[in-house]
């Protein structure tokens, strides 16, 4: 029994060191804590910080830069495109879609002046069409003129040779009526000439 609360005792008191190894812990860290800030405050505050940033920012401006170098130099040699390419390739396609955005806004107006052409095309071709069977239909009238002047001139044609045929056949009735009286008339000479019987001299003789 006794050989047990000894060793509780040594048990707890190992403890209790323990607890005031961590309380001590504490305790210094919350009193170093001031200090540390203020001295560190100080550093940040002064000048050999400000230098010592400069330094640290130009050694990795340094490094960036040859390390850049050095990634264009495997990419130029090397099949794997780099940024600048994509960059490049980016640049001509945006240009791509501009111009093809450019052409399909001309293509659109062209077509649209295509197409009103094409209306006023068709609009003329009507108005056109209407002169024409205007013009055809005064053809036609003319023609209808024309072929009645045709007969009326044909009827007064056929009609003069009428008349120079009555004239020649009373012509031919004047010379054939001349000749009857001059053979009337040669017949009457002929008689005049022609002895007549001496009636007086017989009745003389009687």
Do not use: C, H
């Not at 047990?4 to 048990?11: A, L, P, T």
Request: no cysteine; aromatic share 6%; proline share 2%.
């Amino acid at each position: 029994m006794a050989a047990d609360g000894q060793d509780r005792k040594e048990n707890e008191d190992k403890q209790r060191q323990i607890l005031d190894f961590a309380e001590a812990w504490k305790k210094m860290y919350f009193e170093t804590e001031t200090t540390l800030a203020k001295a560190i405050d100080d550093y940040v505050a002064s000048d050999s910080f400000t230098s010592f940033l400069e330094k640290m920012g130009a050694e990795y401006l340094s490094l960036y830069k040859t390390s850049n170098q050095n990634m264009e130099r495997f990419f130029a040699n090397s099949p794997v495109p780099s940024k600048k390419d994509v960059a490049r390739v980016a640049e001509l396609v945006i240009n791509i879609e501009e111009k093809v955005d450019t052409l399909d806004v001309e293509v659109s107006a062209g077509l649209n002046s295509v197409a009103s052409s094409m209306m006023k095309l068709i609009e003329f071709q009507g108005v056109l069409k209407d002169e024409m069977i205007a013009l055809r239909q005064e053809v036609q009238s003319l023609q209808k003129q024309l072929k009645a002047m045709q007969t009326t001139a044909g009827a007064a044609g056929t009609e003069k040779p009428v008349r120079s045929r009555s004239r020649k056949t009373t012509g031919e009735d004047a010379a054939t009526a001349g000749e009857k009286e001059d053979t009337n008339g040669s017949a009457v000479t002929a008689a005049d000439k022609a002895p007549r019987p001496r009636t007086r001299k017989k009745k003389e003789d009687q």
